[in-house]
């Protein structure tokens, strides 16, 4: 089940009564998701959020291009806060980045593109 009504805290230690498990999805799933995020994005590289981000960015490395002046790309699998995603942004301390996420729980910042928005807000 990628859907789960569940009383959870989730990684930005928040609550929420539902998870999204992306280890539900499959390889194919997810390849087919990097063919989608690659119609909206175009990058040079790619690295993840561990670990959520980690079977994405394999994907989407089949898109990455040879053109140093494209981005490079940090994806992730569910953003709620997009802490996680900022950390990663702070820690390769690069001017040219953008993001992408499978799914999002709230608002994206500007630099991030989610795939499926579903606004889907915690319950605290």
């Keep these: 089940m990628l859907f789960i009504k569940e009383n959870i805290k989730l990684s930005s230690g928040k609550l929420s009564s539902f998870k999204i498990e992306c280890d539900a999805l499959t390889d194919y799933d997810w390849e087919c998701l990097a063919y989608l995020a690659s119609r909206q994005v175009k990058f040079k590289s790619v690295v993840s959020v561990p670990t959520g981000g980690d079977t994405f960015a394999r994907c989407l490395s089949e898109y990455a291009t040879d053109d140093e002046t494209l981005p490079t790309l940090i994806c ?27 799914f999002s729980r709230g608002t994206c910042p500007d630099w991030i593109t989610t795939l499926f928005d579903g606004s889907l807000n915690t319950d605290s």
């Design 76 to 102: 992730d699998d569910v953003l709620t806060s997009g802490g996680s995603m900022e950390r990663k942004k702070a820690e390769l301390n690069i001017d040219n980045v953008i993001g992408i996420v499978a």
